[in-house]
């Protein structure tokens, strides 16, 4: 198995950034796509930003011109810069690999990160 393991949330003031970064916990044969969803209290869980393996990404509009995605290949990680920060993007944001396969054979399947909170107050 493997885990997706997420790190860089916090507290942050409206018009903060902060950068959210998530790893896979072992070595993995591929990854068809990479994203950040977040689940804020009350709503649900939505897309923010995905990235496919060729580098191609979308955001939701809400956060478009805010918000980039990257990710590393060879090291399987997926990272989510977020710039100017409004009290709406108040969240739990959770990591996802869609389409990863342990090993060339392996069937392709879906995994999540624990999630992260990102608090933005004053």
């Known amino acids: 198995q493997v885990q997706l393991v997420e790190s860089g949330g916090g507290l942050v003031q409206p018009g903060g950034s902060l950068r959210l970064s998530c790893a896979a916990s072992r070595s993995i044969y591929s990854i068809n796509a990479m994203g950040w969803y977040r689940q804020g209290p009350g709503k649900q869980r939505e897309l923010v930003a995905a990235?496919?393996?060729?580098?191609?990404?979308n955001y939701a509009d809400s956060v478009k011109g805010r918000f980039t995605i990257s990710r590393d290949n060879a090291k399987n990680t997926v990272s989510l810069q977020m710039n100017s920060l409004k009290p709406e993007d108040t969240a739990v944001y959770y990591c996802?690999?869609?389409?990863?396969?342990?090993?060339?054979?392996?069937?392709?399947?879906?995994?999540w990160g624990q999630g992260t909170q990102v608090t933005v107050s004053s």
């Open positions: 996802n690999a869609d389409g990863l396969k342990l090993s060339r054979l392996s069937v392709p399947s879906d995994y």
């Open positions: 990235i496919t393996s060729g580098g191609s990404a």
